[in-house]
């Protein structure tokens, strides 16, 4: 844990936050500035920085988070919909907060 980081008191539970899902090595949550009227982001518990900080052994924690993404849209009624998954990627990537996480928007009519 990055002791100033915002995602790592998020995930630690240091900063109360409404868990949609939570497993051993992730959570997700409503995105505080909805872009869509579904915005979540999925989060690994452990801290990395960036897409650009992976390394080959964070291959099943990616990969955990685009399946609890596909699940959450089957919860939300948003599969069949669709949605779009993304990482945005140091600040000429759009990236405000240094923890990786991953955003699923959707629910569009
Ligand atoms: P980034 O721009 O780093 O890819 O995305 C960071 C996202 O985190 C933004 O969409 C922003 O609205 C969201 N966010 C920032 N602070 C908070 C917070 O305290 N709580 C929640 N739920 N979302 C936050
Ligand atoms: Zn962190």
Not at 26 to 31: I, S
Not at 48 to 53: A, F, H, L, M, T
Not at 61 to 90: C, D, H, P, W
Request: glycine share 8%.
């Amino acid at each position: 844990m990055e002791s100033d980081c915002l995602f790592c008191k998020i995930a630690s539970g240091e900063i109360n936050t409404q868990f949609l899902m939570e497993t051993d090595d992730l959570v997700a949550f409503k995105d505080i500035n909805p872009l869509a009227p579904v915005h979540v982001l999925f989060v690994p518990k452990r801290h990395i920085r960036s897409v650009n900080d992976l390394t080959e052994d964070d291959g099943p924690v990616l990969s955990k988070l685009i399946f609890a993404a596909k699940e959450m849209a089957r919860q939300m009624g948003i599969s069949a919909t669709g949605y779009r998954l993304f990482f945005n990627v140091e600040k000429g990537g759009g990236q405000e907060v240094f923890h990786l996480h991953m955003h699923m928007i959707g629910g569009w009519e």
